[in-house]
């Protein structure tokens, strides 16, 4: 139906069976090379408990909770309970938060790549300043070039990845940035594991080598090919569809390509996509921006993820034991990320999403009851049952791996309407480390108050989001991405809404 007219949807009709192609060696090398922007997201949630956790870094940075470390405490709960340590880690995401906003005009105007790039510049800045730091004004300052880097490239790449791949392979090829994230993550939990060796300046290792990831999402940006969605959108129709046909490796491109000419002749209508995302046709896909990213941190992983080495040392463990436990489950989260790629194109993510959320609610339950029956403030945990522990925990982090850990990006990022897509991205990833932030600053003093309940209070909210996603998610596997707005239309809920 070229040329045909089309309303709020933003397409005429639906095309999906028209569309030609195959999966090109082109588009799978552009798909890995862009999702390694996952990595420079997963190696700082990896290296920042490490080195949280080392003697050198808190007796240079934070001498108190040195001191309190060192010596015998009435709780061990709150053994690290300083705000100014959270702050550590938690401030870059308060910074990623600002980038995302400021990233959706530039993905926007200048292309998916441009703010690939800037968003790796902007971690190298971070890493070299974190790595030479003398004082804490300069090593939060590298905090927060690393938190610019973040946000540009979390809003970039799940995006480049959605309107890159194949319909039938969108889900597994944009697991490839959760994929990386976990490669991240496993790769910085052994770097600690080794520089903690190297006292007491091994932690400036940690936090320098972040430039290598970075580097990689530079040099990929720089080199990778821009999406046809991205340059029909800003006027380079036959540009565009030259990269549609390398990419799908066929000249027929007819279908899908007058679905992007169609969304993006929308697109080019609406100059201001934060406020047209409000619309009522919108709000299906804005409340999904909101409440998958939150959902997907109220599991409660990235508290186990930021802050495994001083939650192990908490419960008993030695320096050497903590660090390889979080190195254990670091290596176990990006081994189950493959379960969801083999997976979520032949199950769908709600089916993902459920048993994921299931198993996640059982593992915290678990380890709740071993630590409020076995742990006390003033004693370690026994040798089993800190294996026990350490098992139902990697239990925890395989269920998330496969479920919300890469589907948490992956829906998101395919439901949007090309004219609100920069947009809702930016909602996506700043609501995700708003909470991120909030989690990362108060899971230390939460961890304090709550003692063994602060796993109740995660199993709670994964209760709540499992339902959410059995009534409120409708089913994207198979669906083109210019295409969703028919799902909305087909809910049984949400066709109230948007009609």
């Given at each position: 139906m070229?040329?045909?007219s089309?309303?709020?949807?933003?397409v005429?009709?639906?095309?999906?069976a028209?569309?030609?192609?195959r999966?090109?060696a082109?588009?799978?090398?552009?798909?890995?090379?862009?999702?390694?922007?996952?990595?420079?997201?997963?190696?700082?949630?990896?290296?920042?408990?490490?080195?949280?956790?080392m003697?050198?870094?808190?007796?240079?940075?934070?001498?108190?909770?040195?001191?309190?470390?060192?010596?015998?405490?009435?709780n061990?709960?709150?053994?690290y309970n300083?705000?100014?340590?959270?702050?550590?880690?938690?401030?870059?995401?308060?910074?990623?938060?600002?980038?995302s906003?400021?990233?959706?005009?530039?993905?926007?105007?200048?292309?998916?790549?441009?703010?690939?790039?800037?968003?790796?510049?902007?971690?190298?800045?971070g890493?070299?300043?974190d790595?030479?730091?003398?004082?804490?004004?300069?090593?939060?300052?590298?905090?927060?070039?690393?938190?610019?880097?973040?946000?540009?490239?979390?809003?970039?790449?799940?995006?480049?990845?959605?309107?890159?791949?194949?319909?039938h392979?969108?889900?597994?090829?944009?697991?490839?940035?959760?994929?990386?994230?976990?490669?991240?993550i496993?790769?910085?939990?052994?770097?600690?594991?080794g520089t903690?060796k190297?006292?007491?300046?091994?932690?400036?290792?940690?936090?320098?080598?972040?430039?290598?990831p970075?580097?990689?999402?530079?040099v990929?940006?720089?080199?990778?090919?821009e999406?046809?969605?991205?340059?029909?959108?800003?006027?380079?129709?036959?540009?565009?569809?030259?990269?549609?046909?390398?990419?799908?490796?066929?000249?027929?491109?007819?279908?899908?390509?007058?679905?992007?000419?169609?969304?993006?002749?929308?697109?080019?209508?609406?100059?201001?996509?934060?406020?047209?995302?409000?619309?009522?046709?919108?709000?299906?896909v804005?409340?999904?921006?909101?409440?998958?990213?939150?959902?997907?941190?109220?599991?409660?992983?990235?508290?186990?993820?930021?802050?495994?080495?001083?939650?192990?040392?908490?419960m008993?463990?030695?320096?050497?034991?903590?660090?390889?436990?979080?190195?254990?489950?670091?290596a176990?989260?990006?081994?189950?990320?493959?379960?969801?790629?083999?997976?979520?194109?032949?199950?769908?993510?709600?089916?993902?999403?459920?048993?994921?959320?299931?198993?996640?609610?059982?593992?915290?339950?678990?380890?709740?009851?071993?630590?409020?029956?076995?742990?006390?403030?003033?004693?370690?945990?026994?040798?089993?049952?800190?294996?026990?522990?350490?098992?139902?925990?990697?239990?925890?982090?395989?269920?998330?791996?496969?479920?919300?850990?890469?589907?948490?990006?992956?829906?998101?990022?395919?439901?949007?309407?090309?004219?609100?897509?920069s947009?809702?991205?930016?909602?996506t990833?700043?609501?995700?480390?708003?909470?991120?932030?909030?989690?990362?600053?108060?899971?230390?003093?939460l961890?304090?108050?709550?003692?063994?309940?602060?796993?109740?209070?995660?199993?709670?909210?994964?209760?709540?989001?499992?339902?959410?996603?059995?009534?409120?998610?409708?089913?994207?596997?198979?669906?083109?991405?210019?295409?969703?707005?028919?799902?909305?239309?087909?809910?049984?809920?949400w066709?109230?809404i948007?009609?």
């Amino acid at each position: 139906m070229a040329g045909g007219s089309f309303g709020p949807t933003g397409v005429a009709t639906e095309r999906a069976a028209e569309y030609k192609g195959r999966v090109t060696a082109y588009v799978i090398v552009a798909c890995l090379v862009a999702a390694l922007g996952g990595s420079i997201f997963g190696y700082d949630i990896g290296i920042s408990g490490g080195v949280t956790s080392m003697d050198g870094f808190l007796k240079k940075f934070f001498p108190t909770v040195y001191r309190s470390k060192k010596h015998a405490h009435e709780n061990n709960y709150c053994k690290y309970n300083n705000q100014g340590l959270a702050a550590f880690t938690s401030s870059l995401y308060l910074a990623g938060l600002v980038a995302s906003l400021v990233a959706s005009p530039i993905t926007r105007n200048y292309g998916r790549r441009g703010s690939i790039i800037a968003g790796g510049i902007s971690f190298m800045i971070g890493a070299a300043l974190d790595a030479s730091a003398v004082n804490l004004p300069m090593l939060n300052l590298g905090r927060i070039m690393l938190g610019f880097g973040i946000g540009f490239g979390n809003q970039a790449v799940p995006l480049y990845l959605s309107e890159l791949a194949p319909t039938h392979l969108r889900g597994a090829l944009n697991m490839m940035f959760q994929l990386a994230t976990t490669l991240g993550i496993f790769t910085a939990n052994m770097i600690n594991y080794g520089t903690e060796k190297l006292q007491p300046w091994g932690w400036r290792l940690s936090l320098g080598l972040a430039a290598v990831p970075a580097t990689l999402m530079t040099v990929g940006g720089i080199l990778l090919p821009e999406t046809p969605n991205s340059l029909i959108e800003r006027g380079f129709e036959k540009k565009g569809k030259e990269v549609l046909e390398k990419i799908r490796g066929t000249t027929d491109v007819h279908a899908e390509l007058q679905d992007i000419i169609d969304a993006s002749e929308l697109a080019k209508t609406v100059e201001h996509p934060f406020r047209n995302i409000l619309e009522r046709r919108n709000r299906p896909v804005l409340v999904m921006a909101i409440f998958m990213p939150t959902f997907q941190i109220l599991t409660g992983i990235n508290s186990i993820l930021f802050y495994a080495p001083v939650l192990f040392q908490s419960m008993g463990f030695g320096g050497n034991a903590s660090l390889y436990s979080s190195a254990l489950t670091g290596a176990v989260l990006a081994s189950s990320t493959f379960i969801s790629i083999a997976t979520v194109d032949k199950l769908g993510r709600r089916a993902l999403l459920i048993s994921g959320g299931i198993q996640m609610i059982i593992c915290q339950v678990i380890v709740s009851i071993i630590l409020g029956l076995k742990f006390h403030g003033d004693q370690e945990l026994s040798k089993a049952f800190s294996v026990l522990v350490v098992v139902v925990i990697c239990l925890f982090v395989v269920a998330f791996g496969w479920s919300w850990g890469p589907l948490g990006w992956t829906v998101p990022s395919e439901i949007f309407p090309l004219e609100v897509r920069s947009a809702g991205q930016s909602i996506t990833v700043a609501v995700n480390l708003f909470f991120t932030f909030i989690i990362g600053q108060s899971f230390l003093s939460l961890l304090c108050a709550f003692k063994f309940g602060i796993f109740l209070f995660f199993a709670g909210w994964i209760t709540v989001m499992t339902i959410f996603v059995y009534f409120f998610l409708p089913e994207t596997k198979g669906v083109p991405i210019e295409e969703m707005v028919f799902l909305w239309k087909k809910h049984w809920f949400w066709k109230r809404i948007v009609l």
